[in-house]
C-alpha cells in the first residue's frame, strides 16, 4: 500500500511540474515576444527597411547553420541526461566534449566560408559585404551554438525557472547593447549585428565559468560520448535542417527578385505571424503531457474526452489568430514608421498559414507518443519543406512575397496531410479533420469581415470608426466559439469548480 501510495505520489509531482514548467516557460516565452514586439517602433527609427532585411537573412542563416555546425547536437544534450545523470562524472565528460566540439566545428565551419568568402557573399547572403557583416555573423555562430548547448542543459535538467531567468537576463543585455549601437552609435545593421555577439559571448562565458565552479562540467574530447551522441543526432538533422532551409531560402529569393528592403517589410510582417504560432505553440507544449496521460490510462469515454478539449483549445488560439490579424495594421500604421506601413497586408495571409498548421501539431503529438511513429516524422517535415524551395523557387519571382506566403500554405498543408495520414495508421484518438476545417473557415471569414474596411478604405491610415468595427468583429467570433462549445466549456468549468471543493 505504502509503495503504492508513494508512485502515485511521484506521479501527482511529477505531473506538478510539467504543467510548472511549460507555465514558467510559457510566461517567459510570451513576456520576451511582447517586449520584441514593443520594440519594434524604436528599431524601425533607426533601422532602415535594407538594415532589417540584412537581419533578417543573416538571422535566418545562424538559425540554419547552427544545426549544421552542431550536427544537432542539441538535441543529444537533452536525450543523452536522462542516460547519464546517475553517472555524474561521466555527465561532466559529455557535457565539456559537446561544448568542445561543437566550437571548434563552428570555427572550421567559419574559416572555410571566410575562405571561400566570395561564394559565400554571393550565394548564402544575397550580396551582404563579407567584412564587416557576414564576418560578425560567422563568429555570432559559434558562440550562438554554445548558447543554445547550455540553455539544453538547464532545460534537461528540468531548471525551467533558471533558464527562463538566464533567456530573459540575455534578452535585455541585447536590448541595452541594440540601443547602444544601433541608437546611440547609429550602427544600423552591423550594430544589431554586434549587440548579438556581444550578447552571446558575454552567456558563454557565464556558462563556462558557472559549470566550472560548480564542478559540473569537465572539458575534455571523449570519443566515444561524442560518437554515441553523434549517432544519435546526425539522423535528425535533415527534421531540423528542412524547415530552416526552407526559410532561408525563401528570404534569399525575395531579396534576389525584390530587395532587401521588401524582405524587411515581409520581416516586420513575420514578427506579428510568428505571435500567433508562439501561442499555439504553449498550447501544444500543455496539450502534449496531458494527451500522453489519457492514451496511457485510456478511460471510459477518453476520446469524447480529446475531442471536446481540441474543439475548444483551436477555437481559443482562433481567437488570436483573429485579433493579430485584426489589430495588426493599427499597431503599425501608428507606431512604425511609413516605411514599414505596407507590413500589414501580409500579416493575415501569414497567420492563414499558422491556422493551417495548427491542425499539424494537435496529430503530430500522437507521432510523439508512440517511439516508432515518431521515426517517420522526417518524412513530413522533409517532404513539406522540400516542396516548400521548389514552390517558392516558381513563385517568388512572380509573386514576390505573396509567392513566398502561397509556397509556405501549399506546403504545410501538404505537411499537415502527411502527419494526419501517419498518425491515424497508429491510433484514432477522437480527433475529426471536420472540426479543424470548420474552424479555419471560421477565423478566415472573420478575419475577412474585419479587414473589409482596411482593404476598401483605411490602407495606410488609422481610423477610430475602423478600429471600433474591429472590435465588434473579434466581439462576435467569442461570441460564437463560446456557443459552439459551450458544452466543453461547461465541462471544464465543472471540473475545476469539483477540484476547488476536494481542496
Not at 509531482?13 to 510566461?27: A, D, F, P, T
Not at 535538467?157 to 540575455?170: N, T, V, W
Not at 548579438?196 to 565559468?209: K, P
Request: aromatic share 16%; glycine share 4%; with cysteine.
Amino acid at each position: 500500500m505504502k509503495r503504492g501510495q508513494k508512485r502515485m505520489e511521484n506521479k501527482s509531482s511529477s505531473g506538478r511540474k510539467v504543467l510548472i514548467n511549460s507555465i514558467i516557460y510559457s510566461c517567459s516565452g510570451l513576456l520576451l515576444k511582447c517586449f520584441s514586439f514593443f520594440l519594434l517602433p524604436l528599431y524601425t527609427v533607426y533601422l532602415t527597411t535594407e538594415d532589417y532585411g540584412i537581419n533578417s537573412v543573416i538571422t535566418s542563416f545562424i538559425s540554419t547553420a547552427s544545426f549544421i555546425v552542431a550536427f544537432s547536437l542539441f538535441s543529444a544534450v537533452m536525450r543523452f541526461y536522462v542516460d547519464l545523470k546517475e553517472e555524474p562524472e561521466k555527465l561532466k565528460r559529455f557535457y565539456g566534449t559537446i561544448s568542445l566540439f561543437v566550437f571548434f566545428s563552428g570555427t572550421a565551419f567559419a574559416v572555410v566560408l571566410t575562405i571561400f568568402r566570395q561564394f559565400t557573399s554571393k550565394y548564402l547572403f544575397s550580396g551582404i559585404d563579407y567584412y564587416p557583416l557576414i564576418l560578425v555573423a560567422l563568429i555570432s555562430l559559434i558562440f550562438n551554438c554554445e548558447y543554445t548547448i547550455f540553455d539544453n542543459i538547464l532545460r534537461s535538467q528540468q531548471r525551467a525557472l533558471k533558464s527562463s531567468i538566464c533567456s530573459i537576463i540575455y534578452f535585455f543585455v541585447s536590448v541595452a547593447l541594440n540601443i547602444f549601437f544601433v541608437v546611440g552609435l547609429k550602427m544600423g545593421a552591423l550594430g544589431t549585428l554586434l549587440a548579438s555577439l556581444i550578447a552571446y559571448v558575454l552567456y558563454t562565458a557565464y556558462f563556462v565559468i558557472e559549470m566550472s565552479v560548480t564542478h559540473t562540467i569537465k572539458f575534455c574530447m571523449d570519443l566515444k560520448l561524442l560518437k554515441d551522441a553523434l549517432k544519435y543526432s546526425i539522423p535528425i538533422m535533415p527534421h531540423n535542417l528542412s524547415t530552416q532551409i526552407a526559410l532561408f531560402v525563401s528570404k534569399l529569393l525575395i531579396s534576389d527578385v525584390g530587395s532587401l528592403a521588401d524582405l524587411g517589410v515581409y520581416s516586420v510582417a513575420t514578427q506579428f505571424g510568428n505571435i500567433a504560432d508562439t501561442i499555439q505553440c504553449y498550447v501544444d507544449s500543455a496539450y502534449g503531457p496531458w494527451l500522453y496521460e489519457r492514451l496511457h490510462n485510456k478511460e471510459n469515454k477518453y476520446k469524447k474526452t480529446i475531442r471536446q478539449n481540441v474543439k475548444l483549445l483551436i477555437a481559443v488560439i482562433g481567437l488570436f489568430f483573429v485579433g493579430i490579424s485584426l489589430f495588426a495594421q493599427d499597431y503599425i500604421v501608428l507606431f512604425l514608421q511609413k516605411s514599414y506601413v505596407g507590413a500589414w497586408m501580409y500579416v493575415p495571409m501569414i497567420v492563414s498559414v499558422f491556422a493551417i498548421k495548427t491542425t499539424y501539431y494537435f496529430y503530430v503529438e500522437i507521432l510523439f507518443y508512440y517511439k516508432e511513429a515518431s521515426r517517420k516524422l522526417f518524412i513530413a517535415t522533409l517532404t513539406g519543406s522540400v516542396l516548400n524551395i521548389l514552390l517558392s523557387a516558381i513563385f517568388i519571382p512572380i509573386w514576390s512575397v505573396y509567392g513566398s506566403i502561397l509556397a509556405d500554405a501549399i506546403a504545410m498543408l501538404v505537411r499537415v496531410i502527411i502527419v494526419v495520414a501517419i498518425s491515424r495508421k497508429y491510433e484514432d484518438v477522437g480527433l475529426r479533420i471536420r472540426d479543424f476545417v470548420i474552424n479555419f473557415v471560421i477565423i478566415e471569414l472573420f478575419i475577412f469581415m474585419g479587414l473589409i474596411l482596411s482593404i476598401m478604405k483605411y490602407q495606410t491610415t488609422f481610423s477610430i470608426f475602423n478600429f471600433g468595427y474591429k472590435i465588434v468583429v473579434a466581439f462576435l467570433y467569442v461570441i460564437m466559439i463560446f456557443v459552439m462549445n459551450r458544452e466543453s466549456a461547461m465541462v471544464l468549468l465543472a471540473n475545476f469548480k469539483e477540484k476547488r471543493k476536494k481542496k
